[in-house]
Nanobody
Framework: QVQLVESGGGLVQPGGSLRLSCAAS??????MGWYRQAPGKQRELVAS?????????YYADSVKGRFTISRDNAKNTVYLQMNNLKPEDTAVYYC??????????WGQGTQVTVSS
């Protein structure tokens, strides 16, 4: 049974930083990533990273240069370091992972609020 446990959300002032973590169990995952959903908006892919030795990454244009995704394969954990946060980054952030047979799994979501 696949389980995803997210942590690290919270309230931060503009320009601040947060680090999200998602610990996965129950399988090995080819791709791990983070989505976000703001009120009244569609869920969007923020960043993803593959399990390959090079750890290929993808970032949404809106977060390039500010967010960094990484993973620890030994711990089956993916991280999202978010720097220079902006009010428009406010959303519920969801961990998403894909196993090697094409199944996708979602975390429960963690709230990130950027406000002064």
């Amino acid at each position: 049974q696949v389980q995803l446990v997210e942590s690290g959300g919270g309230l931060v002032q503009p320009g601040g930083s947060l680090r999200l973590s998602c610990a996965a169990s129950g399988s090995i995952f080819s791709t791990m990533g983070w989505y976000r959903q703001a009120p009244g908006k569609q869920r969007e892919l923020v960043a993803s990273i593959t399990r390959t030795s090079t750890g290929n990454t993808y970032y949404a244009d809106s977060v390039k240069g500010r967010f960094t995704i990484s993973r620890d394969n030994a711990k089956n954990t993916v991280y999202l370091q978010m720097n220079n946060l902006k009010p428009e980054d406010t959303a519920v952030y969801y961990c998403n992972v894909e196993d090697y047979i094409g199944n996708y799994y979602w975390g429960q979501g963690t709230q990130v609020t950027v406000s002064s």
